[in-house]
Structures are given as C-alpha cells and as structure tokens.
Nanobody, 124 residues
Framework: VQLQASGGGSVQPGGSLRVSCAVS????????IAWFRQAPGKEREFVAA????????VYADSVKGRFTISRDNAKKTGYLQMNNLEPEDTAVYYC??????????????????WGQGTLVTVSS
C-alpha cells in the first residue's frame, strides 16, 4: 500500500490550496481517508477524515468551515481543499488511510498507512 501526498506550497493568508493523496495497492472503495498535520515544534494533529463512501466526514474545530475533504474513488485519490488559510495552518500535511471506519477517527494510531507529507506555508 502506498499513499502519495502532493499539492503543498506557499500561500498568503486568506488564500487557498488543495492537497491530494493518491492511493495504490488497496481496495480504495473500502478505504477511509484522513488528513493530519504537524506544525514545527508541535505534535501531529487531526484535521479531517472521510468514510469510504463519503457518508460521513469529520473535521477538527480549527478548520471547520474552511477545509473540505473529498475523494474520487475512480482515481483512488483523496483531497483536502483549504480555503481562507491562516498562518496557524502552516504545517506538513499528511494523508493517512485505513480499511473501514473507526470511531477513533481522530487518533493517528488508528491509521496503518501514511503518505510522506507535503508542506503548506501560509505567510505574508
């Protein structure tokens, strides 16, 4: 199983970015996708997660209303659309995956597969 994250970059406050996570080696249609982030000097934190059929999406309070998680099962790719970015969103963003859903979706230990991370920098 491989997860390949891409799409990070630098943006000014208030700007938008979309990061992607291409998944291979797994039955993607039964795969839950999540995004975590880790800012310099801080612990990795949950951002968003989506059930395999999109029936449930969950977000951290800090990004609710600004970020949108989505997926394209045909392309085996997950996305995180980030709008109205703030300097506090600066971090390395990691995609993670697991087979099936878990009620502990915000816990990193629930995900067995991780992408390599992509850096998002929000600065003026």
């Amino acid at each position: 199983v491989q997860l390949q994250a891409s799409g990070g970059g630098s943006v000014q406050p208030g700007g938008s970015l979309r990061v992607s996570c291409a998944v291979s080696g797994v039955t993607f249609s039964n795969y839950a996708i999540a995004w975590f982030r880790q800012a310099p000097g801080k612990e990795r934190e949950f951002v968003a997660a989506m059930r395999w059929n999109g029936a449930r999406t969950v977000y951290a309070d800090s990004v609710k209303g600004r970020f949108t998680i989505s997926r394209d099962n045909a392309k085996k790719t997950g996305y995180l659309q980030m709008n109205n970015l703030e300097p506090e969103d600066t971090a390395v963003y990691y995609c993670a995956g697991r087979t099936g859903w878990t009620i502990s979706f915000a816990q990193s230990y629930e995900y067995g597969y991780w992408g390599q991370g992509t850096l998002v920098t929000v600065s003026s």
